[in-house]
């Protein structure tokens, strides 16, 4: 594959995954007999990194995750449903969104569980920044994910910025 091939615009549905599923298991609960939200948080990194590694067609690493809210609680017996796709693509990084739902065994109503946007970077190997595709927006839903997404960059990079400010004003 040219450079040309690598970096052509990649449809969401390219490297989406949806309903990927988990069972939880005793071992998955806290002291609380509700799911350990740390297990959850590292099925979905895994999921985004699968997504994100996809459309850059190489490895890519996390470099942040916008604040993670969980709206109600994975019991003992659940099955965990997570889907993932990445929103929009940048020079060298990637937005990708994952929402997590839970259904109890045997099927039935899912509960929203979480939603969190990951940011991914795509590295050469020398391990640094390289460019990824740009993402084709589809759907409805796909091209607002995708503007909304431009507005989560901005603010997630001020964010960044301001803090290497503070840093280096204080050492
Ligand atoms: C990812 C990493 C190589 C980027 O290095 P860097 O020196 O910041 O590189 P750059 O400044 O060129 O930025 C690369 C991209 O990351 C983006 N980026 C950097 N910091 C970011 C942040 N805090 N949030 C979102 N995006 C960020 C930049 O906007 C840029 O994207 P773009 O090219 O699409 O505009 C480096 O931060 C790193 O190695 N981090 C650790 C990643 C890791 O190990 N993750 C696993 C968890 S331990």
Do not use: C
Not at 140 to 155: G, V
């Amino acid at each position: 594959m040219n450079d040309a091939q690598a970096l052509a615009p990649r449809a969401v549905a390219d490297s989406a995954v949806r309903e990927q599923v988990y069972l939880v298991f005793p071992n998955d609960l806290n002291a609380n007999d509700t799911v350990f939200g740390g297990m959850i948080m590292a099925q979905m990194d895994r999921l985004a990194a699968v997504v994100a590694d996809r459309h850059a067609g190489g490895v890519t690493v996390t470099v942040s995750v916008d604040a993670v809210h969980f709206m109600a609680p994975a019991k003992r017996g659940d099955v965990l449903v997570m889907h993932a796709a990445v929103n929009r693509a940048w020079n060298t990084s990637m937005e990708v969104g994952v929402k997590v739902e839970a259904e109890a065994v045997g099927g039935g109503a899912r509960r929203h569980i979480l939603s969190a946007y990951l940011t991914f970077v795509a590295l050469d190997a020398n391990g640094r920044p390289r460019p990824v595709p740009p993402l084709r927006p589809e759907t409805e839903d796909e091209k607002r994910r995708y503007t909304e997404a431009e507005l989560r960059r901005r603010a997630r990079l001020a964010h960044a910025e301001e803090l290497k400010r503070l840093r280096a004003a204080s050492s």
